[in-house]
């Protein structure tokens, strides 16, 4: 099948078979593209007559195109980070066939990224990205790669990626993500329910809601604007959030979680007009925080440091991994002790209200935990 995409005055052509793969290419006009194409047609129905289901010539591009192609048949959820990445590497090697990339094109790729000489398909060039960044990107390199060789459209004398990983590491241009310790103090978020109050006159989103109750539940902007209302459980206050994110499975990991303080009625107060309860773009809700953070001078603050802040209050409070866990649904202690930052002075009014043995309310808090915890725990058994 051969298709055409007008792309800033040219023409790319692109030509799919099934069982074969992808190939494409741009032209600086229509005929050109067609010429190409036809061409290639013809090749790819003589590969598969003569069985033959991979191509040697096959570009890095073509294959994520392959990729893309495959993802959308399977119905695979593609994230924006790993598309992000996914059209970095088209741009620096999608030009290079597969069974000629060599560990030291991606090395280069890699240095052209860091040191801000990356261009963009339009020759805009991109700002510099940390090594983190980069160790992220050059793993989905990685599993594409090995993706292509075992489903047969690529052959490889061997994967690149781990000999360009050593020089890279020894070049410091691949790391981990440094953790962030940021928390909104009370003062921050004041302003900025005041403001979203003062804006609520001219704004669609309920930002001062949805900030509240990310800080409530732990959730991030997407699974937010998830939510829906056949999924709400107001006898037992609890929510199931759909395609939970997960670094395998994020399709069909369904999964229920308590709403504890006031997250029940912020939900209660919204119009149902749609079937989600937020039924807004992620992205304007991430706008709408950074403007209103760059407004009243708040530096550094980002709308996912609610969900740190989340974290560190239900362990500030008393509830133990397990039920911190059913609430921000992470599945391992490793994953989860990123998000807790803890205030060192909270362990004086611990031993303070140890020996006094009055219900404080940071006790009633942790109490309220362990009601949901057995509750919560079995509806996520039943989902799977």
């Known amino acids: 099948m051969i298709t055409y995409q007008n792309r800033s005055g040219n023409v790319r052509a692109i030509v799919r078979r099934k069982g074969i793969g992808s190939k494409s290419k741009t032209f600086p006009t229509k005929g050109l593209a067609k010429t190409w194409a036809e061409r290639i047609e013809r090749e790819f129905a003589e590969r598969e007559a003569r069985g033959d289901t991979y191509l040697d010539d096959m570009t890095l591009a073509e294959l994520i195109d392959w990729h893309d192609l495959e993802s959308r048949r399977a119905k695979s959820t593609i994230t924006l980070t790993q598309r992000g990445n996914l059209t970095r590497l088209r741009e620096g090697l999608g030009h290079i066939a597969v069974s000629k990339l060599r560990p030291m094109d991606i090395v280069e790729h890699v240095k052209r ?12 060039i991109i700002p510099p990205c940390t090594p983190a960044t980069m160790r992220v990107e050059i793993g989905y390199l990685a599993d594409l790669l090995a993706l292509g060789q075992a489903s047969g459209k690529v052959r490889m004398n061997s994967n690149p990626v781990p000999d360009a990983r050593i020089v890279l590491r020894k070049l410091h241009l691949l790391g981990a993500s440094k953790l962030r310790e940021r928390r909104p103090t009370p003062e921050e978020l004041d302003k900025l329910r005041r403001r979203f109050d003062e804006q609520r006159w001219r704004m669609k989103i309920p930002m001062r809601d949805i900030m509240d109750f ?32 997960h670094p395998r499975r994020k399709i069909g990991n369904h999964r229920r979680f308590p709403l504890l303080g006031e997250a029940l009625e912020i939900i209660q107060r919204q119009p149902r007009v749609s079937e989600f309860i937020f039924p807004y773009v992620s992205d304007s809700i991430g706008n709408a925080f950074r403007e209103a953070c760059k407004a009243l001078n708040i530096a550094d603050l980002h709308f996912h440091d609610l969900r740190h802040e989340a974290t560190s209050r239900l362990f500030e409070v008393g509830l133990s991994i397990e039920q911190v866990a059913l609430v921000t649904l992470h599945r391992n202690w490793a994953d989860l002790k990123r998000y807790a930052n803890l205030n060192p002075c909270l362990v004086h009014e611990r031993l303070a209200a140890a020996k006094t043995q009055t219900p404080s309310v940071t006790q009633q808090y942790a109490a309220l935990g362990r009601v949901v915890h057995a509750n919560v725990q079995a509806a996520n058994e039943e989902l799977g």
């Not at 990224?113 to 805009?124: K, L, M």
């Not at 829906?228 to 939970?244: C, K, N, P």
């Open 113 to 124: 990224r860091v040191y801000g000489q990356h261009q963009r398909s339009d020759r805009i």
């Open 214 to 245: 990310a800080i409530l539940t732990a959730r991030r902007e997407g699974e937010i604007t998830r939510l829906r209302w056949a999924d709400l459980d107001e006898q037992s206050r609890t929510i199931v959030l759909h395609d939970v994110k």
